[in-house]
């Protein structure tokens, strides 16, 4: 089963379902959010001896509050800096607060870092939807440069719960432990960064009050699983016959790149139609792979006709040479996956891509969208999807995928996959796929999933720092068995 992501008002209709029709008091939620947090906090910290809570003056404080209470309870040396107003604590917040002061815990209103082992961070929650204020980003901003361990209370304060984004500021967490459901937010945008690794409890809430939502993360397992089993006695043709244009000169790496990825990833026949000055290159880096150089319709026509699927994009340029290779491919009936500068051309001449899969990333999702600028990386995914009529794959720290009817989520990948060449890899990889008789979504989510999965398989083993493109087909090898 994939999980489920929620946004912040999807948790909210959860959290008063419970309260209101189930008759789990909002005072018992907190209670076990504490429990749970003290839990994780001493499972990973087990020697602590010392620890400051940060409390702010909402519900997420008052999960805070017991937090400190319970720890000190267990004789650890606790402080709590209460930042904003008290006294607008509600009910439930308010009998926290009793409860830490019961408990001799020593509350301050100011804080300087001092010889604390761990830091907690309740200071906002997932309501927040505006800019933090002064006094928060202050402490935020002193709770980042302590340089001590932090575990943040259901989500990183000053994070979105529903976009990922930094709202002005905040913190980031060591870890995060998140309560009832998973908050969208938490694994896409700003998110993996902030909110470090992610625990999540769920309270003990019945299960049936927690619906199903439209966004799911992927799990390499389930999307491996989908790849089409081979019959023995399958030929090449059963698999395919990949297509790969573009390598415009200078760029000729490429298209030999996404080549060589469709054909590791289980594509029966690849080619590649490219600049003529890249085609001895092409054969002596992968010979198996048919080149042709293309500059007339007659060259390209038919090479066209015989692919069952088209990579379009790596390398392609903007010259009139791309342009008119652009256009080809849209004058014929085809499906695959579109890239890179192919992108770009599609910015400037719009049109339906049914049955192909786009895979932006957050520069070309801007272009493909006259230029928005916005951070709403759900909202960029799904506007892209309702202009073009295609599977879109919007990459970036937690990819996301969607037909127009679901969304999914990646949650693998690293900084060693910020390097030139990844893109272009990613395409293959999903052209390969859907050579083999995978739908469009199911392409993209598998081979998004092969692709991160199989990058941090290699920083692993090697570090995140020079890891290059061409280490990740291997692996997507051996994944894909």
């Not at 490429?254 to 990825?261: C, H, K, P, Q, S």
């Not at 054909?263 to 029966?268: E, H, V, Y």
């Not at 791309?322 to 051309?345: C, H, P």
């Amino acid at each position: 089963m994939k999980t489920y992501l929620y946004t912040a008002d999807q948790v909210r209709q959860i959290d008063q379902v419970v309260i209101n029709e189930r008759g789990i008091p909002g005072l018992v939620l907190m209670r076990r959010a504490a429990e749970a947090t003290v839990e994780i906090a001493l499972a990973h910290w087990p020697s602590v001896y010392n620890v400051t809570v940060y409390c702010g003056s909402g519900n997420n404080a008052g999960d805070g509050y017991i937090v400190a209470g319970l720890l000190a309870n267990r004789g650890i040396s606790v402080k709590v800096v209460a930042v904003g107003d008290t006294e607008k604590l509600g009910s439930d917040a308010g009998a926290a607060l009793a409860f830490c002061r019961e408990s001799d815990v020593q509350i301050a209103h100011d804080h300087t870092i001092g010889d604390e082992e761990l830091i907690v961070d309740a200071l906002l929650g997932t309501g927040l939807k505006g800019p933090v204020r002064e006094s928060y980003k202050k402490a935020i901003e002193n709770i980042n440069e302590s340089g001590k361990p932090v575990l943040s209370v259901d989500i990183p304060s000053g994070l979105s719960a529903d976009t990922g984004e930094v709202l002005g500021s905040a913190v980031r967490a060591s870890e995060t432990v998140t309560f009832i459901a998973r908050k969208q937010g938490l694994y896409t945008g700003k998110g993996p960064v902030l909110a470090g690794k992610i625990e999540y409890a769920d309270l003990d809430v019945p299960l049936d009050v927690i619906h199903r939502t439209d966004t799911q993360l992927l799990d390499i397992e389930r999307c491996v699983s989908q790849i089409p089993t081979r019959d023995q006695d399958a030929h090449k043709n059963t698999f395919g016959h990949v297509l790969v244009i573009g390598g415009d000169l200078g760029m000729g790496g490429a298209v030999i790149m996404a080549a060589e990825a469709a054909l590791r990833t289980g594509a029966g026949l690849v080619s590649i139609a490219t600049r003529q000055e890249n085609t001895t290159a092409a054969l002596s880096r992968r010979p198996e792979v048919m080149v042709k150089g293309v500059s007339e319709s007659k060259d390209l026509a038919p090479m066209l006709a015989r692919a069952s699927h088209v990579v379009l994009g790596p390398g392609l340029g903007s010259s009139d040479w791309s342009r008119w290779l652009f256009k080809e491919v849209m004058s014929v009936d085809k499906q695959g996956v579109m890239d890179a500068d192919a992108l770009n051309i599609l910015a400037e001449h719009p049109q339906t891509c049914k049955g192909w899969v786009l895979t932006p990333h957050p520069g070309e999702a801007a272009r493909l969208l006259g230029n928005d600028k916005s951070v709403d990386r759900f909202s960029n995914l799904d506007a892209i999807q309702k202009k073009f009529a295609s599977v879109v794959l919007l990459k970036g720290a937690g990819t996301l995928v969607t037909d127009g009817r679901n969304k999914s989520l990646c949650p693998y990948g690293n900084p060693g996959m910020a390097t030139a060449g990844m893109g272009d890899v990613l395409s293959g990889v999903i052209g390969g796929l859907l050579a083999q008789g995978m739908n469009p979504l199911s392409a993209a989510e598998t081979g998004v999933v092969l692709h991160a999965h199989a990058a941090d398989q290699l920083a692993a083993k090697l570090g995140h720092r020079g890891l290059i493109a061409t280490d990740i087909i291997p692996a997507v090898r051996e994944l894909v068995g």
